[in-house]
T-cell receptor, first 111, second 115 residues
Framework: SQQGEEDPQALSIQEGENATMNCSYK?????LQWYRQNSGRGLVHLIL?????REKHSGRLRVTLDTSKKSSSLLITASRAADTASYFC???????????FGGGTRVLVKP | DTEVTQTPKHLVMGMTNKKSLKCEQH?????MYWYKQKAKKPPELMFV???????INESVPSRFSPECPNSSLLNLHLHALQPEDSALYLC??????????????FGPGTRLLVL
């Protein structure tokens, strides 16, 4: 079963605009991670936020975590055509570093 | 070297064939993973190896048989697959399984088509 659900499922924006996607999850977590996947290829880790953190930045990425609402958001600022990809949130729990991925958001950045 | 490699990139096999997928990493990671990903769906965990021992099997059918010959290699042996097993198979690794604060590094995947 999917732990995380992502919203929206798809997003189309112009280059230079910001892209925001949300992830909701159901049970308690140790951390939440965001990954990017270019079409039909492997996943690339973007950022990890621990359950005791509320916000984290990495370059043009900003991630927030609200454990009371069991939700996280990923903001990509000043988007570029190269940001076109699918973005997945993934939640980690205590046993065996098992990651459970959300359904993903497909982002299209138009030049 | 922060790369996970997978071979082959593409594989077409019949339902009676036996084939193997290979994964390799030289980052000294002691946890390795197999995921299955269908089109427009998220990756689904199949197996986890920790220190070369199988630690998680997500109720995967026995026609998929994982093997971890050493800490750098992970194989997935395929036998008598069904067309619905066609998918992208992703391998990943991480430093160790004890801590949950682990980034997983993914390979590019093997795209499998079962005819």
């Amino acid at each position: 079963s999917q732990q995380g659900e992502e919203d929206p499922q798809a997003l189309s924006i112009q280059e230079g605009e910001n892209a925001t996607m949300n992830c909701s999850y159901k049970t308690s977590i140790n951390n939440l991670q965001w990954y990017r996947q270019n079409s039909g290829r492997g996943l690339v880790h973007l950022i990890l936020i621990r359950s005791n953190e509320r916000e984290k930045h990495s370059g043009r990425l900003r991630v927030t975590l609200d454990t009371s609402k069991k939700s996280s958001s990923l903001l990509i600022t000043a988007s570029r055509a190269a940001d076109t990809a699918s973005y997945f949130c993934a939640t980690g729990k205590a046993a065996g570093n098992k990651l459970t991925f959300g359904g993903g958001t497909r982002v299209l950045v138009k030049p | 070297d922060t790369e996970v490699t997978q071979t082959p990139k593409h594989l077409v096999m019949g339902m009676t064939n036996k084939k193997s997928l290979k994964c390799e990493q030289h980052m000294g990671h002691r946890a390795m993973y197999w995921y299955k990903q269908k089109a427009k769906k998220p990756p689904e965990l199949m197996f986890v190896y920790s220190y070369e021992k199988l630690s998680i099997n997500e109720s995967v059918p026995s026609r998929f048989s994982p093997e971890c010959p050493n800490s750098s290699l992970l194989n997935l042996h395929l036998h008598a697959l069904q067309p619905e097993d066609s998918a992208l198979y992703l391998c990943a690794s991480s430093q160790m399984v004890v801590s949950t604060q682990e980034t997983q590094y993914f390979g590019p995947g093997t795209r499998l088509l079962v005819l």
